[in-house]
Every structure is written in structure tokens, then in C-alpha cells.
């Protein structure tokens, strides 16, 4: 996947920029990076996890999944209100 391609797909940029304008995307691989970072610590829970139990672990990680859950508040905000989430609000 190209983060900024997952970055559209999860409504990201919805949540950007003027909430009266057109969507705005953050112009970088946001998802990329966020993805990098969760790898990252799913490679170091799962070495621990080996270390203390002598069993390995398997490491899926989905971009559109990862994002949708940076903005969760967001989600469940729409959910309680029925108000469309901006960044302003």
C-alpha cells in the first residue's frame, strides 16, 4: 500500500485543514510512518514475548486498519452526534 493512497481511503483528510474548504490531505506518507512505528513495536512485544515463553508470534498489520484507529474518537463522535468530525471541532 502508499500511505498516501491508505491516508484518502480512511477519510483522513476530512479531518483536515478548513472544515468549510475542500479535503485536505497532510502531504507526506502519514500511514507510512504510523505503520513503521506499530511494526516496529509488534517486532519488540513479540521478541519479548519469545524471550519469556519460547514462542514466536504472527505479525499482521493493515494501513487502512491502523489509521481508522488513530481517529477512533472521531468515529464514535459522528456515532454519539450525528455531526460530521472536523479537526476544529
Avoid at 24 to 29: A, D, I
Amino acid at each position: 500500500a502508499y500511505g498516501v493512497t491508505v491516508e484518502a481511503q480512511c477519510g483522513l483528510g476530512s479531518l483536515n485543514g478548513d472544515p468549510n474548504g475542500p479535503l485536505t490531505l497532510t502531504g507526506q506518507p502519514y500511514a507510512d510512518w504510523c505503520t513503521g512505528m506499530f511494526s516496529v513495536s509488534a517486532v519488540l512485544m513479540a521478541l519479548d514475548h519469545r524471550r519469556r515463553t519460547g514462542e514466536g508470534q504472527r505479525i499482521d498489520i493493515s494501513q487502512a486498519e491502523l489509521m481508522a484507529s488513530l481517529f477512533g474518537d472521531s468515529i464514535v463522535g459522528f456515532g454519539m452526534t450525528g455531526k460530521m468530525p472536523t479537526e476544529h471541532s
